[in-house]
């Protein structure tokens, strides 16, 4: 599977070609590029795999073509090759290229499209063997390229995708194996389950629910005491009386007879043991380890990279930086970015272009977009049927609202714009080391600006005390944030945090209204309304707020959708579900609901991600029929999701099992078999269906962390709550006998789901009364945080077993709850403060020896910005100072990357400058190293 281009013979087809090096590959580019020198950026025009479309008028410029082997295709574009011969398909099957319909868009070549800009690949001569690919930018044409094999693709390369995705993929497999494990430990409890010892009269067809603590052992007792209006839930089939004929009112209440032994209570306890040992094995001692092997086998741009974070704001000189730099790193250096405070300037280029591509969208087939005569632009757009008319703009519209936005770009582009981040690369990461250590301080002096914290000649200017930092992935930074201050950041957060509270007691307080109001099973469903509206709710919550990169934007997504996920799913469940339903074998139980949803659980993945009907609607079905290349082209991209998305799906499974292990430890298995599917359709979809998102660092990771340990906090408490409230019934016995009217068989009335039957109850000699006791210790007032047996309070429902085992769960549970508040404590409070007033800096692994500019597919700080169902992001800076093309981290092969800079959307303004003569963008600058020609 050889990818070739049509111009090869001026590249070069020989294999040491191939895994080229960023200056290398430069000679080629620059070498290409001279042949256009001349060609004005009006006059290009863009070739998709041998089909030349005129771009903006002009000459033709033909660009590579992809050729791909069958044997390398997905299935899809192989079904989709084999089908595009007959019309019922592909509307352009056998129709040539004609006046009429010139340069008819080729299915194929919008499958090389998603292959090659979509789908991830890796440079085949790169790597050798397992462990060691290197993922290929973005358009990639100058080395062969395959697709990454779903099956045998490691960890090790799964984190080419980012360091946060190879741990995500790590933890999920560790997950599958403790919970399976756990599942083994609970055997013995789940067979004392599934015995007559605990239910004589369970006669359960669902073998999983046989062997849980679901409970049909019942029995009426006499209960003088009751009256109706106990029980929350009437209707519950819980309370039932008669009249006899002299006038008395006999009262039963219906007791539960399953209870468990103290040795089958220790298995669940020694199960809580080795999940929280296992655990805290899993998310806090190894993923450093993990960490530190995945940074080795990877080079990243931020291993060479250090960041100011506060330069002073006229420091925009990019060579007086690379000086300071080189003096102090006693190193070449290789890159510089300055990043200016011009978010509002940029954020209007990206709005304008977004407007030029709806006018684009519009444009009749066979008529050329010129993006420099919108008048003409807007004559040539197609008019929009009625129903088009309801969901786009017409192209007048959009024409006033780019006008209005010029208005305002030009009142922009006469404003200062102060520096307020600057990335300096060099070209060794040891040269990066030692920078590091040489001119980190604390936070609290760089906030202070304490000069005394360093000697004066590492002063920038010998006045300003520079605040570093490591930095994450080039393509990782959200550019457009850097300038907001860290009071702004925390408004923002206290703004979205706040929403995301709002939103959390909104959604309890409807469900348990709907509980109360209308029963568990409404309940339930707005449960599942929720929980698919709350990811959304999340993403519109977080997009107010302002992170530096991605990665830390992803853990807040992973913080707000976990707890509400979680809150939804299990929490509230719990609340709302009224006790005696907790083993009850009625259709109200919650084990019958959790077996629900773990069903659906493993069901999802194959049947939403994996089968991925919207892309495949949109590839096999509105892609065909699209009246152009570029529109079809468009309709061939992956669906986004995010490692929060996936970090949440886990993160719920894992709390719905430990929650509920007392009473359906049959769950761990259930977590394990999703734990499983989620590994591999995952990864089937990021190698196959999902389109290529920001390689994000640790963020998620470390909160995942905090996620864990409150959630190993909580497993610990409800086990004793769960042991505690055995036999979950509300009955219990007095030592008073029944009186002879008891005695007698009879029938009495009850109330089941509304309606009104008779029961026979027949109470045996010598039977003891009982009255109604309230065993839900969550509605004690005081509440009782942990469970012992004097919490009971004048309500005796435990027998001597429980009481022991009861004890020692609580013991057990109060010692685990406080190891998990240090260390959740440790994480989010002494360790933040201990980085704010002391400075430390501990390099992940050892140095590579490789040099920066001799690295393969390594990528630099260039601004940049996406837009919605685009496939390459939108340069918002001048890169005509960057040497090697391979630092954008992507390549378009078609258009160009003069086509994707907002720059160039407003002629003249790339030469512009502010009123005072300071530069109104990014400034971006590469010094390639000399070579060394002595040899």
């Known amino acids: 599977t050889l990818l070739t281009t049509s111009n090869m013979s001026s590249h070069g087809s020989d294999q040491s070609k191939l895994g080229l090096g960023l200056h290398e590959k430069s000679k080629l580019f620059h070498k290409d590029s001279a042949k256009n020198e001349d060609t004005d950026i009006k006059d290009r025009s863009w070739n998709y795999g041998g089909t030349t479309v005129l771009q903006e008028g002009g000459k033709q410029d033909h660009m590579p073509k992809f050729t791909d082997q069958t044997s390398e295709m997905t299935y899809s574009r192989r079904l989709a090759s084999f089908l595009s011969r007959y019309s019922w398909y592909n509307p352009n099957a056998g129709i040539a290229e004609s006046l009429d319909k010139p340069n008819p868009p080729s299915i194929d070549q919008a499958w090389s499209f998603f292959e090659h800009m979509t789908l991830p690949r890796y440079i085949v001569q790169a790597g050798k063997g397992r462990g060691n690919l290197t993922r290929a930018e973005v358009g990639e044409s100058s080395d062969e390229t395959r697709l990454y094999p779903v099956l045998s693709t490691p960890e090790t390369d799964l984190a080419d995708f980012g360091v946060g995705t190879g741990i995500y993929f790590f933890l999920l497999r560790g997950l599958a194996i403790i919970t399976f494990l756990s599942g083994l430990i609970s055997v013995p409890l789940m067979k004392y389950y599934g015995s007559m010892s605990y239910d004589d009269g369970k006669n359960e067809s669902n073998p999983i629910f046989q062997y849980s603590g679901m409970c049909s052992a019942h029995s009426w007792e006499a209960c003088p005491t009751c009256s109706s209006d106990q029980w929350d839930d009437l209707d519950a089939g819980r309370y039932a009386e008669t009249m006899l004929p002299n006038g008395n009112l006999l009262k039963f209440i219906k007791s539960n007879n399953c209870r468990i032994p103290f040795a089958a209570g220790i298995y669940g306890l020694i199960t809580l043991l080795f999940t929280f040992l296992a655990i805290y094995y899993l998310t806090y001692h190894v993923p450093g380890k993990k960490i530190k092997e995945f940074d080795e086998s990877e080079q990243t741009a931020s291993d060479y990279t250090v960041c100011v974070t506060n330069p002073p704001g006229d420091a925009t000189d990019i060579n007086e930086w690379r000086d300071f730099f080189e003096q102090v790193g006693c190193g070449h250096v290789t890159c510089c970015t300055v990043a200016l405070d011009n978010e509002e300037l940029t954020n209007a280029l990206i709005e304008r272009r977004a407007l030029l591509n709806s006018i684009e969208f519009l444009i009749t087939h066979g008529k050329t977009f010129n993006k420099f005569n919108l008048d003409q632009a807007v004559k040539d757009s197609s008019k929009l049927t ?134 568990t099973g409404t309940a339930a469903l707005v449960i599942t309304a929720l929980n698919t509206i709350t990811p959304r709710v999340c993403y519109a919550i977080t997009d107010i707020e302002s992170h530096t990169n991605e990665g830390r934007k992803q853990a807040s997504l992973f913080a707000k959708m976990a707890v509400l996920l979680c809150l939804n799913t299990t929490y509230i469940t719990y609340l709302t579900t009224p006790l005696y339903d907790t083993t009850n074998d009625g259709e109200g139980s919650i084990i019958r609901s959790l077996g629900s949803i773990y069903f659906y659980a493993l069901i999802q993945g194959p049947a939403i991600y994996l089968l991925d009907p919207f892309g495949n609607f949109y590839r096999h079905v509105m892609g065909p029929r699209a009246s152009t290349q570029s529109r079809m082209n468009l309709l061939f991209q992956g669906a986004f999701s995010d490692l929060s998305s996936r970090y949440t799906a886990m993160g719920n499974i894992f709390f719905l099992a430990c929650f509920y292990s007392i009473i359906f430890p049959f769950g761990f298995f259930y977590a394990s078999a999703v734990f499983v599917v989620q590994y591999w359709t995952d990864k089937f979809c990021l190698l196959r269906n999902w389109t290529m998102t920001p390689r994000v660092g640790t963020q998620t990771t470390q909160f995942s962390q905090i996620f864990f340990g409150i959630t190993l906090m909580i497993y610990a408490l409800m086990s004793s709550y769960y042991i505690s ?57 005081p509440l009782a945080f942990l469970t012992e047996p004097s919490t009971q309070r004048d309500r005796e429902w435990m027998n001597s077993d429980q009481e022991k085992i009861t004890s020692i769960y609580d013991g057990v549970a109060a010692s685990l709850i406080v190891i998990c508040i240090i260390m959740v404590f440790n994480r989010t409070i002494i360790t933040p403060i201990r980085g704010f007033f002391f400075a430390s800096y501990k390099p992940v692994g050892r140095a590579n020896s490789t040099k920066f500019s001799e690295a393969i597919e390594i990528n630099g700080y260039i601004p940049q910005a996406r837009i919605y169902r685009r496939p390459f992001p939108l340069l918002l800076c001048d890169i005509s100072n960057v040497v090697s093309p391979g630092l954008l981290g992507w390549t378009d092969p078609f258009r160009g990357t003069d086509h994707h800079n907002v720059i160039n959307d407003i002629p003249g303004l790339l030469n512009k400058t502010s009123d005072d003569g300071s530069p109104l963008f990014s400034i971006v600058k590469e010094w390639p190293p000399i070579a060394d020609t002595s040899s």
Not at 425 to 434: A, I, L, V, W, Y
Request: aromatic share 14%; glycine share 4%.
């Open 725 to 781: 409230s055995i036999p979950y019934d509300n009955a219990c016995e007095a030592n008073n006998l029944v009186n002879e009217e008891y005695l007698e068989a009879k029938t009495a009335t009850v109330s089941i789901g509304g309606t009104f039957s008779q029961v026979p109850i027949s109470i045996p000699d010598n039977s003891k009364t009982y009255y109604f006791c309230d065993e839900d210790m969550k509605t004690f007032n």
């Open 386 to 519: 009625w129903w088009q008319s309801k969901i786009y703009d017409p192209a007048e519209t959009i024409f006033n609202s780019i006008c209005a936005l010029d208005e305002k770009i030009e009142k922009l582009s006469r404003a200062k714009y102060p520096a307020t981040s600057v990335f300096v690369t060099f070209e060794s990461e040891e040269t990066q080391r030692r920078v590091m250590r040489t001119l980190l301080v604390s936070k609290y002096d760089s906030w202070k600006g304490n000069k005394a914290a360093l000697p004066s000649e590492l002063l920038f200017r010998s006045t300003h005390l520079l605040a570093i930092v490591e930095p994450s992935e080039p393509l990782s930074i959200r550019w457009t944030d850097l300038d907001d201050t860290f009071l702004t950041k925390l408004k923002l957060l206290f703004i979205s945090y706040t929403v995301s509270f709002g939103f959390i007691i909104g959604g309890c307080f409807l469900i348990v209204f709907a509980a109360k109001e209308y029963g």
